[in-house]
């Protein structure tokens, strides 16, 4: 009998410990998260995985070239592509849908939209890392002397190609910190080996879910870039 009672002892628990293995079941690792390429990290300090949320920006774009002052300001929908030109110094405001520009491209339209693109561009650059086709960034090694005053930061150098847009083939080298902020930045339109920009970056703001820089100030007092009566929703 007492054989039978440690056979059946046995059975019950080479049981018990069969059926402890069957419910340890291996869990299902995660799946590895692709590593964020050098533009997606820039992009995402200014707020790009918020951007398709955002329904309207508004915006004053400034620029002083030694004693000369520009003043636009803008309305634009990024979802619809409304772009409302609401004034240029004592110029008339203007309405357009950008669409507009492969339907009934005239040389008014044309105009305004080559200073939308442009003003545009200065206050939401980063963002274009991410959302333009034809551009091709890349991290410099090492660090790189700043082109504005002293210290060095990581470089990252941005080219634009295929011929398409207003500025085709532009280059811009960034200037960023540990976080992927931009500090400075040179601007080579068309590629051209004298820089035909350089500023700083500064007066950064959250507007909405934007992080915006702006203030652009260049070398010295005679150009600087500055944006005003910013609003985002």
């Known amino acids: ?36 390429t050098v533009a997606e990290k820039i992009a995402n300090v200014y707020g790009a995985a918020s951007f398709d949320k955002v329904n ?21 929908e990024p979802k619809t592509g409304l772009v409302k030109f609401l004034s240029y110094n004592k110029e008339k405001p203007f309405t357009y849908f950008r669409k507009q520009l492969s339907e009934n491209p005239t040389d008014e339209l044309k105009s305004i939209d080559s200073k939308f693109i442009n003003d545009q561009y200065w206050l939401l650059f980063p963002l274009h890392l991410v959302l333009d086709k034809n551009v091709n960034v890349s991290l410099d090694k090492g660090m790189f002397k700043l082109p504005i005053g002293e210290g060095e930061t990581k ?5 634009y190609s295929g011929g398409k847009g207003y500025t085709p083939n532009d280059k811009y080298e960034l200037y960023i910190d540990n976080n992927y902020k931009i500090v ?17 970056w500064e007066d950064y703001k959250q507007v909405g879910p934007l992080y915006l ?15 005003t009566d910013v609003e985002v929703k």
């Not at 309207?56 to 634009?76: A, D, E, L, M, P």
């Not at 470089?155 to 080219?159: Q, T």
């Not at 820089?213 to 944006?227: A, H, I, Q, T, Y």
């Open 213 to 227: 820089s702006l203030n652009r100030p260049g070398k010295d007092g005679s150009f600087r870039v500055w944006f």
């Open 56 to 76: 309207s920006i508004k915006f004053t774009f400034n620029v002083q070239k030694g004693k000369k002052q520009v003043h636009r300001s803008w309305y634009w």
């Open 184 to 200: 400075q930045w040179i601007y080579r339109r068309n590629n051209s080996p004298t820089p035909t920009r350089l500023t700083k």
């Open 155 to 159: 470089r990252v150098i941005v080219e």
């Open 1 to 36: 009998m007492r054989y039978k009672k440690n056979t059946y002892l046995f059975i019950l628990l080479a049981g018990l410990l069969l059926s402890g293995c069957k419910k340890q079941t291996p869990t299902n690792k995660p799946a590895e998260q692709k590593e964020l």
